[in-house]
């Protein structure tokens, strides 16, 4: 029980939150570049998991990356922390979705996760990796640090 | 070192920032799209690219290879023909997007047969519009290698002028 609680607070520590914030806001930065250079190509990776209705998929195509880019940013700097973690947790579980999906369907194509280049398949790997990602995306969204945040700026001038 | 106090916005708060951020980040990518000298069609359906037959969906150029040694597709180049002379994938069939209504009816394409269309590489769509225009004469064994010539010479893959 004791190292259970420990573990806890560890976790749950505001340093170890800006940690975790600064981890998920960079990969969600990392991730989009590639993404927002090449609409064309991750629109193809898009279509190729057939799962999205095709009339739909152009405007995923350009709206995801700028949805990672942003919460990336916003993580990184901590504004509007809970919102951007909300989101964070809500593209790694439409990831968990959709890798399982393309995977149980045989369907045999580039993650497109961090590039738009054929270098990553979608596969188990894939799926554990999101599963790691999303402890501190929930730790994040649970418990957000306000240490070195631009909310906790706001907040004292709005309370001043 | 005392806690810090985490003060928690209430649900509703937060998830109406989400969708701003959303819809933010829409604005932001359909203003970058409409500013981009090749914009994507909005509302369209994608091409149909990557057909079953030759089972190169999306891959790296290392099945290509497989796909090129096994003969599983005839290659077709989709860039101007001069790049095409400066060097293509051994094989291929130069059928520029540029000059399809001039080239197209000079050379015998087997709708039977299968195709797997190639341009420069990721930023380019050349082999995405030959795919479309084929695909509405009423070709259905296509496929699109993305990487294109670029990742083929990254691969160190042979060349042929």
Redo the contacts between chains.
């Keep these: 029980m004791k190292i259970y609680l420990a573990i806890v607070r560890f976790l749950t520590h505001p340093w170890v939150g800006l940690v975790f914030r600064l981890i998920a806001g960079t990969v969600f930065i990392w991730a989009s570049g590639d993404k927002i250079l090449h609409p064309q190509a991750f629109l193809r990776i898009a279509h190729n998991y057939r799962i999205l209705p095709p009339a739909l998929e152009p405007l995923f195509a350009l709206t995801l990356p700028w949805v990672e880019f942003l919460v990336g940013l916003f993580l990184v700097i901590g504004l509007f922390t809970e919102a951007s973690a909300l989101l964070n947790v809500g593209m790694l579980v439409m990831f968990l979705v959709a890798i399982p999906s393309a995977l149980l369907r045989h369907i045999d194509i580039n993650c497109g996760c961090f590039s738009t280049a054929q270098s990553v398949k979608v596969g188990m790997d894939l799926i554990y990796r999101d599963i790691l990602l999303l402890i501190p995306a929930l730790l994040v969204l649970f418990f957000p640090s306000r240490l070195l945040a631009l909310d906790r700026l706001l907040a004292k001038n709005k309370g001043s | 070192m005392a ?2 106090k ?4 209430p649900w509703k708060s ?2 109406i ?2 969708l ?3 819809v ?3 604005v ?3 203003g ?2 409409t500013l ?1 000298s ?1 914009p ?8 149909p ?2 057909i079953d037959t030759v ?1 190169v ?5 290392l099945q290509i290879r497989e796909a090129w040694e096994k003969h599983q597709g005839i290659f077709l180049d989709a860039r101007r023909s001069e790049l095409f002379r400066e060097g293509h994938i051994p094989g291929a069939k130069s059928l520029p997007i540029d000059d399809f209504d001039k080239v197209y009816p000079l050379i015998s394409f087997s709708k039977d047969s299968a195709y797997i269309i190639y341009c420069e590489g ?2 380019c ?1 050349y082999s ?1 519009l030959l795919a479309q225009r084929l695909y509405g004469l009423g070709y259905r064994k296509l496929a ?1 290698f ?2 294109g010539w670029e ?1 083929w010479i990254k691969g160190k893959h042979p060349v042929e002028k």
């Design positions: 806690k810090q985490q003060p928690r916005r937060i998830v920032q989400a701003a951020l959303v933010l980040a829409g932001m990518g359909l970058r799209n981009s090749r994507l069609p909005l509302f369209q359906p994608a091409n690219l990557l089972g969906r999306g891959l790296d150029s990721r930023g769509e995405d699109v993305p990487g990742e």
